[in-house]
């Protein structure tokens, strides 16, 4: 986010040193509009938290060829596969 003129009053907590505090510091940026929130802003909305996963380099290669196949980027496809085998473990959890 670019700081402005207009965001000089949220920034005054934090242009002295002495008055810094974790807790001045989260009122700011709990203040500070997020980039889909900000009006007249477009954006992608947030999905959710951000998740890094590790993956092994032949399973990561196909992962990326089966989104590409289906037309996805790598993290709709995960997202989707992800869905659809909680949805099995559930189903498998109501039979048991």
């Known amino acids: 986010m670019?700081?402005?003129r207009e965001h000089l009053g949220q920034m005054a907590p934090?242009?002295?040193p002495a008055l810094?505090?974790?807790h001045a510091v989260a009122e700011?940026?709990?203040r500070t509009p997020q980039p889909s929130q900000a009006p007249g802003r477009r954006g992608r909305p947030a999905i959710g938290p951000?998740?890094?996963v590790s993956f092994q380099k032949d399973l990561l290669a196909r992962v990326d060829a089966a989104a590409d196949r289906a037309g996805?980027?790598?993290a709709a496809w995960l997202r989707q596969a992800?869905?659809?085998?909680?949805?099995?473990?559930?189903q498998r959890a109501a039979v048991d």
């Open 28 to 30: 700011v940026i709990a």
């Open 72 to 74: 996805l980027t790598r």
């Open 50 to 52: 951000q998740v890094n």
């Open 20 to 22: 810094v505090t974790e």
């Open 14 to 16: 934090l242009l002295d």
């Open 82 to 90: 992800a869905a659809a085998e909680a949805a099995r473990a559930e």
């Open 2 to 4: 670019t700081w402005g």
